[in-house]
């Protein structure tokens, strides 16, 4: 994610004489570690700049550097569970091998169980010389309030959708392509990237798409039709139905500035479904849609079927209002 003069301005001289602990966020969680990752390499860099250049700053690019250690959630689980944490006392038992500073950054601090926050504490509390903890995490309100009251907070802006969609523009992507991305975002540059390369995500689209017209335009849509385009997401059912939510949710606001659009490639979709829904049908849609889509991620070994039909059913009811 691109950083302001001032935000940058703050991790150059914050690197220079450290704070024992602090806490980076943002709203995409992927631009706070980015961004932590940069403020421990500026810690270790020889002119605190991240030049990417000196010793220090090779070692930590290629991962060498023995005095930043990074924890987060393992292969398999879905929080940072205690094991974890207590290998921070290890790597703290003895001196800095380099002299200098040891830094020790927490990905996704957000998933920490409040079990290993509190483990932590007294480290932070009272922290050898020379030590900086650094948390990544997407929102600050996660973590306790003892440990937040311990911590430098630094909070980075999401970027305004134009200048990402700028930003997508000068690497040559397509205007159209890049207004969706720049939408989709969420104001994160990584997140764009992230879009970008997702090849899938196209199909996944294309096929959110065919749904909802199908929805819209079919007297007597075929519930086996509608069943295999659901189905033919796989493992990434949440998105398919986050995409069908964003049309509707769009058709909700049409017409309007396609900048306030999630989905300013598809105004001929949006604009059909504006006109063959009402209002309060399109919001009980979008309701069952993101019901399912939370059903999912929470409660993934559930059958994708019978999930399906259920909601095939109740939009067509809906629809029949």
Known sequence: MLMSYSVRSFLMDSAKNPASAYCISAKAPEDAVRAA???????????????????????????????????????GQDQIRIGEVRGIAEFLSGAAYEGGYRCIHVVYAQRLTVQSQNFLLKTIEEPPNNVVFVFSVDAIHKL????????????????PRKEVFQQLC?????EQQAAYIAAWAGGSLIQAEKILA????????????????????????????????????????????????????????????????????????????????????????????NQRTERKLRYPQ????????????DILEVRAW
């Open 37 to 75: 990752r940069e403020f421990c390499q500026r810690i270790f860099c020889e002119s605190h700049t991240a030049c990417g250049t000196c010793l220090p700053c090779r070692k930590f690019e290629a991962g060498n550097m023995v005095d930043y250690l990074e924890i987060g959630v393992q292969e």
């Open 198 to 289: 997702d090849e899938q995500l196209a199909q996944i689209r294309q096929k959110a798409t065919a749904i909802a017209l199908r929805l819209a335009t079919k007297r007597n849509p075929s519930m086996y039709l509608l069943e295999q385009d659901f189905l033919s997401a796989g493992k990434r059912m949440p998105e398919i139905l986050y995409a069908i939510a964003s049309l509707f949710a769009d058709a909700a606001l049409w017409p309007c500035s396609e900048l306030m659009l999630n989905n300013p490639d598809a105004v001929q979709t949006i604009d059909v479904l504006a006109r063959q829904f009402t209002l309060p049908q399109i919001q009980r849609i979008i309701e069952l849609l």
């Open 144 to 159: 306790l309030p003892t440990i937040r009251s311990r911590c430098m907070e630094m909070v980075l802006e999401s970027l």
């Open 302 to 313: 559930f059958r994708d079927d019978l999930m399906i039909k259920s909601l095939i059913f």
């Open 170 to 174: 000068k690497k040559g992507i397509h």
